[in-house]
């Protein structure tokens, strides 16, 4: 079975900080790609970044990258100069190609 | 057009009603999912269409009956809901079932209500 655990239920960071998120996952496959959602108290979930398993190099977009360590089974979300609007819940998720497994979600509040 | 509409936004019904939740997109994607997410959980899968046919059925209660009458458009037909049934309701599309690469895009959910 696939599992994705994130065992930070929740974080606070002060704005223009930066903070890191983790994730880890379990799985015997070998290809296979990793998300970050975001989903804001708008609710509608968005993708944030991805990765896809058979690349070394780290996954970034603009101010957020990821930190991919495959033989650890790890994938955690960093964000830089954390701004007010990334206050959200935060889900790790992971595709082999069945269905989405999401992790339990992390709230991430940005404090002023 | 990149999203996922879905509609209504809110959704109130009692335990005799029927109701339908309605998810639109028009971005070509072949597969569309269902998902249910209680408040500070992830989403769970209830159904998957892939080229309009019916996928995946995660064991889901019969008075939730998905249909897919075309590429474009996903319906979710509800009837006879208990209270636990409340919930936000995510629809969301990916390329082809089974092709994970670009992810799933979500639309903003029906948060519906079982009085």
Redesign the interface.
Known sequence: AQTVTQSQPEMSVQEAETVTLSCTYDTSENNYYLFWYKQPPSRQMILVIRQEAYKQQNATENRFSVNFQKAAKSFSLKISDSQLGDTAMYFCAFDYGQNFVFGPGTRLSVLP | DTEVTQTPKHLVMGMTNKKSLKCEQHMGHRAM?WYKQKA????E?MF?YSYEKLS?NESVPSRFSPECPNSSLLNLHLHALQPEDSA?Y?C?SSQQ?????????????T?LTVV
Request: glycine share 16%; hydrophobic share 30%.
């Open positions: 999912y500070k959980k992830p989403p899968l998957v995946i936000l995510l969301a079932q089974g092709k994970p690469r670009y992810g799933y895009t979500f639309g903003s959910g948060r």
